[in-house]
């Protein structure tokens, strides 16, 4: 039972607009939660992060936001670049659970230049 | 600059062969984790180890075996290669610790099974 959804495989964006990746979530337990990027043929590499007594977190043009009642995450990027293009995955963790991170499906991001 | 480096970016081994991925961190985590990822699938949790010698089963374990002597070093084992388990296979790692840890992962290991 997936307990992450990412229900978008893919989004294209043209250059300069903003990219909105979401990510739901269906355990109440899961208190952080975190976005990671990925490029082909590399790991992924840790973007942003918010903790569960927040609803925002902005870094640069990367924004998490989160709905806790609505068990709902998402990641704004604005102005997307065509840097951006890559995979995103979402990632949650609860404390029960110490450091194991539960991840989501992923989304494939086109910026269009 | 802390690294999680994985033994080989690429693999190509034979069905019923024994297949070794290393992965070792310079970090003093204590956490380690091994995923693979599929499309459409996202990253799947096959072992991890919270300490020397511990290991868990994650959500896809079978067909997998894993080995951590040392506390730097994660090995994935895979007994006898099957086609199906061609796939990207990251390795990760967290140190012990509430909110704020993330996970550091390595390169990946493209493997394929022919």
């Known amino acids: 039972d997936q307990q992450v959804k990412q229900n978008s495989p893919s989004l294209s964006v043209q250059e300069g607009r903003i990219s909105i990746l979401n990510c739901d979530y269906t355990?109440?337990?899961?208190?952080?939660f975190l976005w990671y990027k990925k490029y082909p043929a590399e790991g992924p590499t840790f973007l942003i992060s918010?903790?569960?007594?927040?609803d925002k977190n902005e870094d640069g043009r990367f924004t998490v936001f989160l709905n806790k009642s609505a068990k709902h995450l998402s990641l704004h990027i604005v102005p997307s670049q065509p840097g951006d293009s890559a995979v995103y995955f979402c990632a949650l963790r609860t404390s029960n659970t110490g450091n194991q991170f539960y991840f989501g499906t992923g989304t494939s991001l086109t910026v269009i230049p | 600059d802390v690294k999680v480096t994985q033994s080989s970016r690429y693999l190509v081994k034979r069905t019923g062969e024994k297949v070794f991925l290393e992965c070792v961190q310079d970090m003093d985590h204590e956490n380690m984790f091994w995923y693979r990822q599929d499309p459409g699938l996202g990253l799947r949790l096959i072992y991890f180890?919270?300490?020397?010698?511990?290991?868990e089963k994650g959500d896809i374990p079978e067909g997998y075996s894993v080995s951590r002597e040392k506390k730097e070093r994660f090995s994935l084992i895979l007994e006898s290669a099957s086609t199906n388990q061609t796939s990207m296979y990251l390795c990760?790692?967290?140190?012990?610790?509430?909110?704020?840890?993330?996970?550091?992962f390595g390169q990946g290991t493209r493997l394929t099974v022919v």
């Open positions: 918010i903790s569960s007594i927040k």
């Open positions: 355990n109440s337990m899961f208190d952080y």
């Open positions: 990760a790692s967290t140190k012990n610790g509430g909110q704020g840890t993330e996970a550091f």
């Open positions: 180890s919270y300490d020397v010698k511990m290991k």
